[in-house]
């Protein structure tokens, strides 16, 4: 699978354990950077072209760090067409992508350790969108309210 993954200066080292995981795991890894660790940096700088990636198709699917994920998560959802979640725990990781086609995870560099983010990128990629009709239905309304038609 094609990732995307962003960060700024709160979420870097979390960022390079994920990118070296990922890319052993055989995924083909974008990196949006932040590249260094520069704690002047902001989170829309790397978080909206990974959301503009996922939506255009040029990645699969998103990972956004910031150092809570609030933000990263907040940003990524101003692009239309983002589902981005902050995610805290396994089973909202795979719920997100079925009932919600969420396609970029959110978390927080300076809240979550190496070995959970791992198994919660992993399960996120694994997930497949269930396309029930409840769902479609739900996901319709909110398409709505991107478009303006609410």
């Not at 590249?35 to 959301?51: E, I, M, R, S």
């Not at 009932?99 to 978390?107: P, R, T």
Request: with cysteine; proline share 3%.
């Amino acid at each position: 699978m094609r990732v995307g993954i962003a960060t700024d200066h709160g979420g870097v080292a979390l960022k390079v354990e994920l990118v070296a995981q990922l890319r052993a795991a055989g995924h083909e890894v974008v990196d949006f950077g932040a590249h260094t660790l520069n704690p002047d940096d902001d989170y829309p700088d790397y978080v909206v072209p990974l959301a503009q990636a996922v939506v255009a198709g040029k990645v699969e699917r998103g990972v956004a760090i910031c150092g809570s994920g609030v933000g990263a998560a907040v940003c990524a959802n101003k692009v239309k067409g983002a589902h981005a979640c902050l995610i805290h725990d396994h089973f909202s990781a795979k719920q997100g992508v079925a009932d919600d086609h969420m396609n970029i995870l959110c978390m927080g560099g300076r809240t979550v350790g190496p070995c959970v983010a791992w198994d919660w990128v992993q399960t996120f990629l694994a997930a497949e969108y269930s396309q029930a009709p409840r769902h479609r239905r739900r996901l319709g309304k909110v398409a709505a309210l991107e478009s303006g038609n609410h």
